[in-house]
């Protein structure tokens, strides 16, 4: 008997289809298969069909371009997954999680103080010290970014925090900082807008400041700033600590810490590592760490000479999420197999694909012209003046009936922007089954 596949797209509706052609073994009830075909019905919505069914089940589609029946391809002795319910996601994080980064991530667990996490952390140290181009021990927190972020602050601010700040995750920074107990001044620039070297300078230049936060890669507002630029300040201000925030930008481009001479860089998996939430990857310079050891109230769970310490022994200072270890350990080996350049080519290329669907409906982007983020596209809907608006709840109804879900704006641009993200594993082929089911929502809109 052929097997069945069902497909549901979890708002109730879905339908029955009997896989065809094939060399098909198995037991009807979706395991040890061989590769086969699987015409998507019915035919009024194929389209849809296909694209849910690719991101349901991890199938290749085909033949999408040439109007025949779309079927998806189903690899070999694949179990049929929970097609219910899976939309992919396009937002800014979190990001789709591969396939095999869930298996790694499903590991069996281990001590976190035994020889096998020590092996672990041992094994990707060298790959995480050579994606972020540095010589420092590279941490791993079982938190999300902002338990870094809270941390850099109460490690390392003594005197006065200069916040800069150009959308809602920087914003919130000076917020977090006071909250900390710390002496903090906003340095603040419109949403879209860069932080620049200039601006920062003169702030720096009043002798108040012993700390700075920066996010390099504006997730609110799709901005990226030119942290080079920045960073390049640190030259004329050696005892102010830099600390940067490159949630949405790293493992997407180029970000050499020892080279830029910033004092902690960090990011959540979530984002372009395409990991699950929950944990971090930082760095810290030597004067961060020297500066932290002097802080009498950094606490214990982010304490940046405890992660030190435990990293000098491939280990964390608490238990950590072993299974992000893992999906780490398998995503750090995409990484390279893929290479560095093509990885940070493959985002400027996916980034411009988004750009330019952007520019054929009429809109225009939220960020000042040159100053784009490369991992997301925030396009103006009416937040800034000029190119086209429409109704983004719907947008993203059609999007989501479609498969996949794309942000409707964030904070106080929600509604009047929308973000799609490219970052992670998105590839031209991947984005173009995206672009095109948005394609045919903005058909409807008009
Ligand atoms: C640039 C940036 N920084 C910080 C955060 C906070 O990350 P989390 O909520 O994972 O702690 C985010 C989340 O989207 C972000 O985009």
């Not at 959308?167 to 919130?172: L, T």
């Not at 405890?306 to 964390?316: I, L, R, Y």
């Given at each position: 008997m052929a097997p069945v596949l069902e497909i549901g797209f979890g708002d109730g509706s879905g339908f029955r289809a009997e896989a065809q052609g094939v060399g098909v073994g198995g037991d009807g009830e979706g395991r040890d298969f061989e590769e086969f075909l699987v015409p998507v019905f019915p035919p009024t919505r194929a389209g849809r069909g296909a694209v849910g069914a690719r991101h349901l089940c991890g199938g290749t589609i085909f033949p999408w371009e040439r109007n025949e029946t779309p079927c998806v391809c189903l690899r070999a002795g694949e179990p049929f997954p929970n097609f219910m319910g899976h939309v992919k996601l396009h937002i800014p994080g979190p990001v789709e999680v591969s396939e095999k980064t869930f298996r790694a991530f499903c590991r069996p667990m281990m001590g976190h103080r035994g020889q096998g996490f020590k092996d672990l952390y041992a094994r990707i140290q060298p790959q995480l010290q050579q994606l972020l181009a540095t010589r420092q021990l590279v941490y791993i927190s079982t938190s999300s970014a902002w338990g870094v972020m809270e941390g850099a602050i109460r490690n390392l601010v003594a005197k006065k925090v200069l916040n800069c700040m150009?959308?809602?995750?920087?914003?919130?920074?000076?917020?977090?900082?006071?909250?900390?107990?710390?002496?903090?001044?906003?340095?603040?620039v419109p949403w879209g807008s860069p932080i620049r070297a200039a601006a920062i300078d003169q702030k720096l230049a009043t002798g108040q400041f012993d700390a700075l936060t920066i996010i390099h890669n504006e997730t609110s507002t799709g901005v990226m700033s030119p942290l080079d630029e920045v960073a390049a300040l640190k030259k004329k201000y050696p005892h102010v600590l830099f600390i940067v925030d490159s949630v949405s930008s790293m493992t997407a481009v180029p970000l050499r810490f020892d080279e830029l001479g910033i004092d902690v860089l960090l990011a959540g998996t979530q984002k372009a590592f395409a990991l699950p939430p929950g944990a971090s990857v930082f760095v810290c310079s030597p004067a961060a760490l020297a500066r932290a050891a002097t802080m009498k109230d950094r606490g214990y769970y982010f304490?940046?000479?405890?992660?030190?310490?435990?990293?000098?022994?491939?280990?964390?200072?608490?238990?950590?999420?072993?299974?992000?270890?893992?999906?780490?350990?398998?995503?750090?080996?995409?990484?390279?197999?893929?290479?560095l350049e093509a990885r940070y080519a493959r985002h400027r290329r996916t980034n411009q694909m988004t750009r330019d669907w952007a520019a054929r409906h009429g809109f225009t982007l939220f960020p000042e012209p040159g100053f784009e983020s490369i991992t997301l596209t925030c396009v103006n809907n009416g937040a800034k003046a000029g190119g086209r608006v429409v109704d983004v709840v719907k947008l993203q109804k059609m999007v989501k009936d479609g498969g996949f879900l794309i942000d409707g704006g964030y904070g106080k641009i929600k509604g009047t922007t929308f973000r799609v993200s490219n970052m992670g594993d998105e590839t031209e082929a991947s984005m173009g089954q995206l672009l095109a089911v948005m394609d045919e929502a903005m058909k409807k809109l008009q």
């Open positions: 150009c959308g809602a995750f920087s914003d919130k920074w000076l917020e977090v900082s006071k909250r900390c107990g710390k002496d903090a001044e906003a340095l603040q304490d940046f000479v405890e992660f030190q310490k435990n990293a000098e022994q491939s280990m964390t200072p608490s238990t950590p999420s072993i299974g992000h270890v893992n999906a780490l350990e398998s995503k750090l080996e995409d990484i390279f197999a893929e290479g």
